[in-house]
Structures are given as structure tokens and as C-alpha cells.
């Protein structure tokens, strides 16, 4: 089968790998019919951290092409959204919400495990990981929005959810990628009165307003946070989502805290250092870490099959597996917001 390969630092390209086949019974092999590329997965491609030569790429929808035995809740002939990590359902991990910390789960694209950005995978623990979709008549802007399920969608509501965003709330979203836009579209869905984004981009402003952020600011570093005390009086915000996973933006994240909030983390961490004075003399708590899609991904699906929510506008670069090379490339230059790929026909 074609599917992006990881080869170093700034080297994806679209290689052959064998096709999968059902290793366990409760195996489940999916065609791939769309993916994209993660912001996650520029860590790698920019050196940052560590990733094995081979498969990548984790957020993908598609259609089940086989199962094993003992895969009791999908049909050869699903519709399908993945997940960006596989879960058994009944760790004590999964049984409590977290199947992100699965203890016998795993992210897609790593250790060997079949990457998104490829047109088959094998799905460990099918049953508990993969969700299906009833129907299959769907727009290319609603199937956009299906993918952001596997991760990003789920990821900003991560944050929206561990910062306790509720209706009334005033939000500060640091971070104006797929997964900062995400956090504005989760705090107006929970109720946020108003929601400050930390932005330069002007197409990212312009999508960051349309998706109900009520004011940007431009500036940076201790001008941000200032800024963000000018809105709210002095006070803070009652919720603040760090969407970015540098020292900067967790320091930007804890300064636009007010006293008693709680920050939203899941920036993937680079060089992070939480701010500790603030933890304890202005109680601000942090809470984050991996998203339980599997667990949101049920809470969201109605919103998004239903036009509620248009997450799907986050993608600004169209290509299929022979362009991946630019897929990449245009997201690390930060000439598009995230990449959408197009892999094969839903309707094949």
C-alpha cells in the first residue's frame, strides 16, 4: 500500500508499506478515505522530538474493510472515525474516561503501528476504538469536519473541558492552530460569554471570530497578558486554554489566569516550565494532558453531523497522498492552518 513515511528531520515522503493484515481477532482493517496532518506531527518533521523511521500520521475517518472473530460491533462496509489512539474499553484507565492513557493502548503511527496518512490500517481493539457513522451522504466540508473528531476537535475540547470553561465564562485561548480554533468553537459551545484568542494571523483572526472568539490580541509575551488584564478589569480569565506547548505560551496561559482558574493544557510540551509562583499564590491550576477522544467523540458527533459545529473550516490546504510532501511543507512554513488529505472514495 502508499503511505507517508517518516525518514528524519524534514524528509516525509509517500513510500510502500504491506498491507495490513489482522494480527488478533479483535483486529479491525480500515480504507483509509481521508486524513490530514497534525501539528503534533511538525514536532517531528522540525527535529524537535524523537520519532522512528516509517509510518505516520494519526487522525483518519474510513471504511472497515475486515474484521477478526471477536470483533462483535462493526460490519465489513462501516463508516468509520478513528480515534488518534487505540483503547482496549476496559483498563481501569478506559473505564473511567481516559482512554487517551489506555494501559494496553497506543497512538497510531508509532512503535510500528500503521500511520493515518496511508490508505489501510490495522485497528487494534476495534470494538472500543473505532466509532461508527450512521450514513454515508456526506458533503467534502462535512466529512472535513467528521475528521477532526480523530483528534483535533476533541483535543480543543480537551482543554475547554479540564479549564472548566461554563456558560458566562470569560476564556483566553493562547494558540491560533487547528487546536486553539477548536478551543474557541468548545468554549462557545459551553456557554463562554467571551473568549479572547492570542493571534497574529489575520485568516486564522478572521476564522478564530467566525467560530465566536469576541476579541483577538496581537501582542505577545508580558504585552499579551497585559493586554488581557486591560479586558477583563484586572481580574483574568475565568478559563484559560494552552494550546501552543512552549515556555512562552504556558507563561502567557498562567499570566492571563485569574486568581482561583484553572489553565487547559494540551499543547504537546517543548521546554515548558510551569509557572509555580502562580499555582501557589494565586491558586491557578493546571489540568490537560492527552484528549480521551474516544470518550468526547459520542458527546460531538450530533453537533457536527447536524451543523452546529463547522470545525472542518480549520483545514486550508487540499491535497491527496502524492502531495504529501507539501502538505507537510506548507504547515511547517505556517502557510496553512492544517492539511487535508484525501486518500480514496467514501463511496468505493
Given at each position: 500500500?502508499?503511505?507517508?513515511?517518516?525518514?528524519?528531520?524534514?524528509?516525509?515522503?509517500?513510500?510502500?508499506?504491506?498491507?495490513?493484515?489482522?494480527?488478533?481477532?479483535?483486529?479491525?482493517?480500515?480504507?483509509?478515505?481521508r486524513s490530514c496532518?497534525?501539528?503534533?506531527?511538525?514536532?517531528?518533521?522540525?527535529?524537535?522530538?524523537?520519532?522512528?523511521?516509517?509510518?505516520?500520521?494519526?487522525?483518519?475517518?474510513?471504511?472497515?474493510?475486515?474484521?477478526?472473530?471477536?470483533?462483535?460491533?462493526?460490519?465489513?462496509?462501516?463508516?468509520?472515525?478513528?480515534?488518534?489512539?487505540?483503547?482496549?474499553?476496559?483498563?481501569?484507565?478506559?473505564?473511567?474516561?481516559?482512554?487517551?492513557?489506555?494501559?494496553?493502548?497506543?497512538?497510531?503511527?508509532?512503535?510500528?503501528?500503521?500511520?493515518?496518512?496511508?490508505?489501510?490500517?490495522?485497528?487494534?481493539?476495534?470494538?472500543?476504538?473505532?466509532?461508527?457513522?450512521?450514513?454515508?451522504?456526506?458533503?467534502?466540508?462535512?466529512?472535513?469536519?467528521?475528521?477532526?473528531?480523530?483528534?483535533?476537535?476533541?483535543?480543543?475540547?480537551?482543554?475547554?473541558?479540564?479549564?472548566n470553561v461554563t456558560?458566562?465564562?470569560?476564556?483566553?485561548?493562547?494558540?491560533?492552530?487547528?487546536?486553539?480554533?477548536?478551543?474557541?468553537?468548545?468554549?462557545?459551545?459551553?456557554?463562554?460569554?467571551?473568549?479572547?484568542?492570542?493571534?497574529?494571523?489575520?485568516?486564522?483572526?478572521?476564522?478564530?471570530?467566525?467560530?465566536?472568539?469576541?476579541?483577538?490580541?496581537?501582542?505577545?509575551?508580558?504585552?499579551?497578558?497585559?493586554?488581557?488584564?486591560?479586558?477583563?478589569?484586572?481580574?483574568?480569565?475565568?478559563?484559560?486554554?494552552?494550546?501552543?506547548?512552549?515556555?512562552?505560551?504556558?507563561?502567557?496561559?498562567?499570566?492571563?489566569?485569574?486568581?482561583?482558574?484553572?489553565?487547559?493544557?494540551?499543547?504537546?510540551?517543548?521546554g515548558v516550565e510551569?509557572?509555580?509562583?502562580?499555582?501557589?499564590?494565586?491558586?491557578?491550576?493546571?489540568?490537560?494532558?492527552?484528549?480521551?477522544?474516544?470518550?468526547?467523540?459520542?458527546?460531538?458527533?450530533?453537533?457536527?453531523?447536524?451543523?452546529?459545529?463547522?470545525?472542518?473550516?480549520?483545514?486550508?490546504?487540499?491535497?491527496?497522498?502524492?502531495?504529501?510532501?507539501?502538505?507537510?511543507?506548507?504547515?511547517?512554513?505556517?502557510?496553512?492552518?492544517?492539511?487535508?488529505?484525501?486518500?480514496?472514495?467514501?463511496?468505493?
Amino acid at each position: 500500500m502508499k503511505a507517508a513515511i517518516f525518514n528524519g528531520k524534514g524528509n516525509v515522503k509517500l513510500g510502500e508499506r504491506p498491507d495490513p493484515k489482522i494480527q488478533l481477532q479483535t483486529d479491525a482493517i480500515v480504507r483509509v478515505v481521508r486524513s490530514c496532518v497534525c501539528g503534533s506531527d511538525l514536532w517531528y518533521y522540525r527535529g524537535l522530538s524523537s520519532h522512528a523511521s516509517g509510518p505516520i500520521g494519526h487522525e483518519f475517518i474510513g471504511i472497515v474493510k475486515e474484521i477478526g472473530e471477536n470483533v462483535k460491533n462493526l460490519e465489513k462496509g462501516d463508516f468509520i472515525i478513528s480515534p488518534f489512539t487505540f483503547n482496549d474499553g476496559s483498563c481501569p484507565n478506559c473505564v473511567r474516561g481516559w482512554t487517551g492513557n489506555c494501559e494496553h493502548g497506543g497512538s497510531f503511527g508509532n512503535n510500528g503501528i500503521d500511520g493515518g496518512q496511508g490508505e489501510f490500517v490495522r485497528v487494534p481493539f476495534a470494538d472500543t476504538t473505532l466509532v461508527k457513522v450512521n450514513g454515508r451522504d456526506f458533503s467534502e466540508e462535512k466529512l472535513k469536519s467528521l475528521l477532526t473528531l480523530s483528534d483535533v476537535l476533541c483535543t480543543g475540547y480537551h482543554a475547554a473541558v479540564s479549564a472548566n470553561v461554563t456558560k458566562g465564562s470569560t476564556v483566553v485561548v493562547v494558540g491560533d492552530g487547528a487546536v486553539g480554533l477548536c478551543g474557541v468553537i468548545s468554549s462557545k459551545r459551553l456557554g463562554a460569554n467571551r473568549i479572547i484568542v492570542m493571534s497574529r494571523n489575520p485568516s486564522r483572526q478572521r476564522l478564530a471570530k467566525e467560530f465566536g472568539a469576541t476579541d483577538i490580541i496581537e501582542e505577545r509575551g508580558p504585552e499579551a497578558v497585559k493586554k488581557v488584564m486591560e479586558f477583563t478589569h484586572g481580574e483574568g480569565a475565568d478559563a484559560t486554554l494552552e494550546c501552543v506547548g512552549t515556555y512562552e505560551s504556558m507563561n502567557a496561559a498562567f499570566g492571563s489566569a485569574r486568581v482561583g482558574s484553572i489553565v487547559g493544557s494540551v499543547g504537546v510540551p517543548h521546554g515548558v516550565e510551569v509557572p509555580i509562583n502562580n499555582v501557589i499564590f494565586k491558586n491557578v491550576g493546571l489540568r490537560g494532558g492527552i484528549a480521551p477522544a474516544r470518550h468526547y467523540i459520542p458527546e460531538l458527533i450530533d453537533d457536527v453531523i447536524n451543523g452546529k459545529i463547522n470545525s472542518g473550516k480549520v483545514f486550508d490546504f487540499q491535497t491527496d497522498l502524492n502531495g504529501i510532501e507539501e502538505a507537510y511543507k506548507v504547515m511547517d512554513e505556517r502557510k496553512a492552518i492544517k492539511s487535508y488529505i484525501i486518500v480514496s472514495d467514501l463511496q468505493q
